[in-house]
């Protein structure tokens, strides 16, 4: 299997504009989470589905950020407008669900996104 | 409510060095304790894990005995290598009526010199 794919690896854009960050997780995974990974506050859970439906978006820190999963295969993670303060790494990590606990994630190699 | 703390870095060793690295847990019920790894420029990868009190992890000669009366699972290794110098994350996943997330430590890195 390949793995947790993600793209792009690498964003640099400029504040106010669009950006979208894409996910595929392992096939057969039924959990999808997004992740963002900052110096000052460490790894955040920002939403998570289960079955392509999303279960837990607390995370998600304002109304710019978006997620949704429109089938099994794919997920995208949108910011707009982007702020400078959004910059980070993003991963995304897909799990399976067994026996009514959660198993290990898997985690993409992230998108490093710098808005300028 | 469900969290873990583990000890604050940097930790710098010297080749051949025990290691230890301290990280306790709080949750209700009982959770799968975990520790992932991850090393420059990428994600985290999972390193060991115990599913239930008593049991021990172990991989690549890392170890952690998932310790019930003191909310515990330290990550111990017994000689580390420069290749072990990474960002290591304690975490737990609890067990949720209606869906679960697991919990992550805030990391502590690890410098190996040679």
């Known amino acids: 299997d390949a793995g947790v794919i993600q793209s792009p690896r690498h964003e640099v854009t400029e504040m106010g504009q669009e950006v979208t960050l894409r996910c595929k997780p392992i096939?057969?995974?039924?959990?999808l989470f997004w992740y963002r990974q900052t110096m000052m506050r460490g790894l955040e859970l920002l939403i998570y589905?289960?079955?392509?439906?999303?279960?837990?978006d607390s995370g998600m820190p304002e109304d710019r950020f978006s997620a949704k999963m429109p089938n099994a295969s794919f997920s995208t993670l949108k910011i707009q407008p982007s702020e400078p303060r959004d910059s980070a790494v993003y991963f995304c990590?897909?799990?399976?669900?067994?026996?009514?606990?959660?198993?290990?994630?898997?985690f993409g190699p992230g998108t490093r996104l710098l808005v300028l | 409510g469900n969290s873990v703390t583990q000890m604050e870095g940097p930790v710098t060793l010297s080749e051949e060095a025990f290691l230890t690295i301290n990280c306790t847990y709080t949750?209700?019920?009982?959770?799968?304790l975990f520790w992932y790894v991850q090393y420059p420029g990428e994600g985290l990868q999972l390193l060991l894990k115990?599913?239930?009190?008593?049991d021990k992890g172990s991989n690549k000669g890392f170890e952690a005995t998932y310790r019930k009366e003191t909310t515990s699972f330290h990550l111990e290794k017994g000689s580390v290598q420069v290749s072990d110098s990474a960002v290591y994350f304690c975490?737990?996943?609890?067990?949720?009526?209606?869906?679960?997330?697991?919990?992550f430590g805030a990391g502590t890195r690890l410098f190996v010199k040679a």
């Open positions: 990590a897909s799990s399976l669900s067994l026996a009514g606990s959660q198993e290990t994630q898997y």
């Open positions: 096939s057969g995974h039924d959990y």
């Open positions: 589905f289960n079955n392509n439906v999303p279960i837990d």
């Open positions: 949750a209700t019920g009982y959770p799968s």
């Open positions: 115990a599913t239930k009190a008593d």
């Open positions: 975490a737990l996943s609890p067990l949720l009526t209606g869906g679960f997330k697991t919990i």
